[in-house]
């Protein structure tokens, strides 16, 4: 909080150094190991909860995460290079007004991906350079609102195993 980050370029404001890396929430800063082994779901949903109450993105640093079922209690934000291996489903809140998902790959689990139990809320989407191993697919389907399609962006999502049976986006069940 008393170190100073002095940003570069024209019209750059100086601010702590704290503030800075507050930008970010990492899963690591809530205990994720990312080994392929330990369960991380807690950690995971913790970090997502705390960056959804602080209008913060989620970084998924580089190794495999162990994940269970969670749901977001928000608009979800994630990004990195690592690998969410599932062995639940993530949820959208019926809070969810955005998703915003780039780099993060998915392996094994029974349905991979995202899904949204209730009504569509949410209003804008982001999905770029997703990879999908392995289970039934990647679903963003009831999720997003009537109307709102147009601006989402659904971008090099790669689906890298024969048993990936498919990549759905859309409001059907």
């Known amino acids: ?24 929430v990492s899963v690591k800063d809530f205990g994720a190991v990312g080994d392929g082994v330990t ?8 970090a997502v909860n705390y960056a959804s109450s602080v209008n913060a993105f989620v970084l998924l640093p580089a190794g495999t995460y162990v994940c269970g079922a969670f749901t977001t209690s928000g608009s979800l ?10 062995t639940g489903t993530i949820t959208l809140a019926d809070t969810a007004s955005e998703l915003v998902l780039s780099g993060v790959g998915f392996t094994k689990g029974n349905n991979i991906g995202i899904l949204q139990a209730s009504t569509g809320t949410l209003q804008w989407a982001h999905v770029t350079n997703i990879t999908i191993d392995g289970g039934i697919g ?22 890298t195993s024969s048993s990936c049976a498919a990549i759905q986006i859309g409001t059907g069940s």
């Not at 909080?1 to 970010?24: M, N, W």
């Not at 369960?39 to 913790?46: E, P, V, Y």
């Not at 990647?138 to 689906?159: D, M, P, Q």
């Open 39 to 46: 369960d991380d779901t807690a950690a995971i949903q913790a």
């Open 138 to 159: 990647f679903h963003l389907r009831g999720a997003v609102k009537e109307g709102y399609f147009s601006g989402n962006r659904f971008e090099n999502l790669y689906a």
């Open 77 to 86: 934000r994630m990004f990195g290079t690592g690998v969410i291996s599932q």
């Open 1 to 24: 909080a008393d170190i100073d980050y002095d940003p570069a370029g024209t019209g750059a404001v100086q601010r702590s150094v704290q503030s800075k890396l507050r930008e970010t």
